[in-house]
């Protein structure tokens, strides 16, 4: 039992498969024959037309993987798979033909063409069967591990919904700024006034936050942008604030207050605890097909600074389950002194 263990659910699909056509086959023969015994050569015969159906049908497989056909919509795949059937069966008729002519099996009277025709329409049936079990299989489990993504992003985002003002925007951050806004009445009424817009614009987009997948970039970094001017009101020239932004980028889908949620951590974790403060650095650009984010911020990496937080698991989480494995999110220590968080999502063209 242990051995079958560690043989994958298609090898033993393969070996089972085609061991059940070698067996028809000479169950054919048995029935339909005028000798009681079965020959060598007769017997090899089936052990060919097994070898080369798996070969060929192996060499299929890897064609489809790499080539990414279960990616298409299956409207697409009509004339594909008729083409696969086609050519497969052409390729296992060569592969037998082959085997027979390295066992001297070939009758030597009947020409090439006439030899691929007749095993092409007598042997490809057996591909036509395989083509379709595959393929479908494999639909139906993609539809199935999608049903299951999509799950999965309901329950994250009703337990966002339970946490978004709590992960998203820290309670201090909310008791700071309006203490801010406090002591600013007296003295810059105008910027005040503008503080508790900028509140208001950030406390209400993390309200509907848990009602969106995605946001264009654009409107994460205007929050971005409120939220660090009510920061730099408490910090004032310890916080240094740098943009560098290709307007190309501005359209992309991201998720919600993910962008936020990484600032947030960069203050709390570094500009905060630094003496003389420091820059808050927020890159986007395009590197390959990916729109890559980056938030810098001055600082020392160091165990308060850790991917488990609900925060950033819950901006991993939620980057697997939009963008699967194609999206990529990591925090690292560079250049010294300089924390950076970078976010790399699939680039989705209009």
């Not at 697409?76 to 027979?100: E, Q, W």
């Not at 220590?333 to 699939?346: D, F, H, M, R, T």
Request: with cysteine; glycine share 6%; net charge neutral.
């Amino acid at each position: 039992m242990k051995i079958f263990n560690r043989i994958s659910n298609y090898w033993l699909c393969q070996i089972g498969g085609w061991g059940l056509v070698g067996f028809s086959l000479l169950f054919y023969v048995v029935i339909f024959r005028d000798s009681e015994r079965l020959t060598f050569d007769e017997i090899l015969k089936m052990i060919i037309y097994v070898t080369s159906g798996i070969i060929s049908t192996h060499l299929l497989r890897e064609y489809i993987r790499r080539s990414g056909w279960m990616l298409l919509p299956i409207e697409k795949m009509g004339t594909r798979l008729i083409a696969a059937i086609i050519c497969t069966s052409i390729l296992y008729s060569l592969v037998v033909m082959v085997f027979y002519y390295i066992f001297r099996l070939s009758d030597r009277e009947t020409s090439f063409l006439s030899k691929l025709l007749m095993n092409f329409l007598n042997l490809g049936i057996f591909i036509i069967p395989w083509v379709l079990i595959y393929y479908f299989y494999h639909y139906i489990e993609k539809s199935r591990r999608q049903q299951l993504d999509t799950l999965k992003l309901e329950a994250l985002v009703k337990e966002l919904e339970l946490k978004t003002i709590k992960s998203h925007i820290n309670p201090h951050f909310i008791f700071n700024a309006l203490n801010s806004i406090r002591a600013l009445i007296d003295e810059n009424p105008g910027r005040a006034r503008n503080a508790i817009t900028e509140l208001s614009t950030i406390l209400r987009s993390s309200m509907q936050a848990e009602k969106l997948e995605t946001v264009p970039f654009e409107k994460e970094l205007n929050i971005v942008r409120d939220y660090l001017a009510l920061e730099h009101i408490r910090f004032e020239d310890r916080l240094q604030v740098e943009y560098e932004v290709d307007e190309d980028t501005l359209d992309q889908p991201v998720p919600p207050m993910m962008l936020q949620t990484l600032v947030e951590n960069a203050i709390k974790h570094g500009i905060g605890k630094e003496v003389r403060g420091g820059v808050i650095k927020i890159v986007s650009d395009f590197k390959g097909d990916f729109h890559e984010l980056i938030v810098q911020n001055s600082g020392i990496l160091n165990g308060q600074v850790n991917e488990e937080g609900f925060g950033l698991s819950s901006t991993k989480n939620r980057l697997k389950l939009l963008f699967g494995d194609k999206s990529n999110f990591e925090i690292k220590q560079v250049n010294g002194n300089i924390v950076e968080a970078k976010v790399l999502i699939p680039v989705i063209t209009n």
